[in-house]
């Protein structure tokens, strides 16, 4: 039998990733945490802002005290990667979501 740990779904997220949209953005992936491990996938041309970097930061805590995981389904680019470098986030624990395929933590 599957169980919710064992099941992904994907969430394409395209656009603005911004205070604009994050609480509609939250909600999604909210619901889907709620039955499954979630995966996202960001194009390069998205606008990020340091909102919605906040935003993958609590996912993946309400995920991981769930037993479930948030991952992105490849590593970050283009503005992603900006605001993640500009905030000190790609050598902290949201390194994670794109390196768990490889076995890092």
Known sequence: MLTAQT???????????TIRTV???????????????????????????????????????????SGKSVTLSHPPAGALHDVLSRGGFLETGLKSLWNEKEGAA
């Open 7 to 17: 099941i992904s779904e994907e969430l394409k997220l395209v656009g603005q990733l």
């Open 23 to 65: 609480p509609e953005i939250a909600s999604q992936v909210s619901d889907i945490l709620a039955r499954a491990n979630l995966v996202l996938s960001i194009p390069a041309d998205s606008e990020v802002d340091v909102s919605f970097i906040q935003l993958l930061a609590s996912a993946q805590k309400s995920a991981e005290a």
